[in-house]
């Protein structure tokens, strides 16, 4: 998991928009509840980057924010992770995470239906991506972690 995590961690540096800055934030907490949170606020800064790009036609930068909502989501998810915590008995964090990514997946189906018929697979790997961290949310407060 810490090697997953370095990678994220290397991909954010070489990685250069303006919304980065939040995630390295997010990196650098060290109560890693806190950085879950922190993560998924910069995933919903990066879908407002990224609607915000595609009105100004910019779809480099479009694919750009999408990464950058690929890699808040999946430092949210190995942060909760990492706390080794039972979602079943302490779910605030993991509920929280839950339902931010399932709030993210409504926003980015809607604004790929916004999105020109050619352009809406410039979403569709993140949206993905992003559903399925939100299954195994959902499966883990259900069922909790196996021992």
Do not use: C, W
Request: hydrophobic share 40%; glycine share 4%.
């Amino acid at each position: 998991m810490r090697s997953a995590l370095a990678v994220a961690a290397v991909l954010a540096i070489g990685f250069a928009s303006g919304g980065q800055a939040d995630l390295k934030k997010a990196m650098a907490e060290p109560n890693l509840e806190k950085r879950s949170k922190l993560a998924l606020e910069n995933a919903k800064a990066a879908y407002q980057a990224a609607r915000d790009a595609y009105a100004k036609d910019d779809l480099d930068q479009v694919k750009a924010f999408a990464a950058e909502i690929d890699e808040s989501v999946d430092l949210a998810f190995q942060s909760l992770e990492q706390t080794g915590k039972n979602p079943r008995s302490s779910p605030r964090y993991f509920k929280h995470a839950e339902q931010e990514t399932s709030q993210l997946v409504r926003r980015l189906d809607g604004f790929q239906q916004d999105m020109g018929y050619e352009e809406r697979s410039l979403l569709e790997k993140t949206k993905a991506h992003v559903q399925k961290v939100h299954d195994d949310l959902l499966l883990e407060l259900m069922e909790g972690k196996k021992k």
